[in-house]
């Protein structure tokens, strides 16, 4: 069965610092991987997704995410973590045709 | 553009009571979801539609029924209100897999 997991329920970090929010999937076939976003009060924005070709994705915001299929991760990343990037992160996972399987998300506080 | 809206924003019931969400999308997308968010647990997907007159069960269907008449809208009922049913609850669409999710800003639901 798809799934995906989200090893940490908080991540802490120093504006200026790098920032790493972790996901983990298990999938049967080819893996479609999202990172969707979300702000107090707010619906999920999408921020990027792996689909094919390379395993560095650029998305909004000047995120990035690294898929490694060897380690099935697909961790979202930041060089530079703004405190405005302080919000609730989900990576998600297609588990059907139609259907993506969203992780139990991950809390990022970044501190002045 | 509004893309997805939802409606009410805000909404209080009593157990036993009845209620229908609206979401409405101007996007043209097939395919429509309805998930509930609940603290620690991400985003589980209650029904969804991938088109005009269907509509399928998700992870946690019990209690809910959907319809979508109109391609633009997806209703989301429940029947006998239990608090349990508390939660946040988005919509979202598609046009195509996998493509991505767009998000409506939430209904937030309190049953007592």
């Known amino acids: 069965a798809q799934s995906v997991a989200q090893p940490e329920d908080q991540v802490n970090v120093a504006e200026g610092n790098p920032l790493t929010v972790k996901c983990t999937y298990s999938?049967?076939?080819?893996?479609?991987l999202f990172w969707y976003v979300q702000y107090p009060n707010r619906g999920l924005q999408f921020l990027l997704k792996y689909i094919t070709g390379d395993n560095l994705v650029k998305g909004s915001y000047g995120f990035e995410a690294e898929f490694n299929k060897s380690q099935t991760s697909f961790h979202l990343k930041k060089p530079s973590a703004l405190v405005s990037d302080s919000a609730l992160y989900f990576c998600a996972v297609r588990h059907s045709s139609y259907k993506l399987i969203f992780g139990s998300g991950t809390r990022l506080l970044v501190r002045p | 553009n509004a893309g997805v809206t939802q409606t009410p924003k805000f909404r209080v019931l009593k157990t036993g009571q009845s209620m229908t969400l609206l979401c409405a999308q101007d996007m043209n997308h097939e395919y429509m979801y309805w998930y509930r968010q609940d603290p620690g647990m991400g985003l589980r997907l209650i029904h969804y539609?991938?088109?005009?007159?269907?509509?399928a069960k998700g992870e946690v269907p019990d209690g809910y029924n959907v319809s979508r008449l109109k391609k633009q809208n997806f209703l989301l009922g429940l029947e006998s209100a239990a608090p349990s049913q508390t939660s946040v609850y988005f919509c979202?669409?598609?046009?195509?897999?996998?493509?991505?999710?767009?998000f409506g800003p939430g209904t937030r639901l309190t049953v007592l």
């Open positions: 999938v049967s076939g080819n893996p479609y």
């Open positions: 979202a669409s598609s046009y195509s897999t996998p493509r991505t999710q767009y």
């Open positions: 539609s991938v088109g005009e007159g269907t509509t």
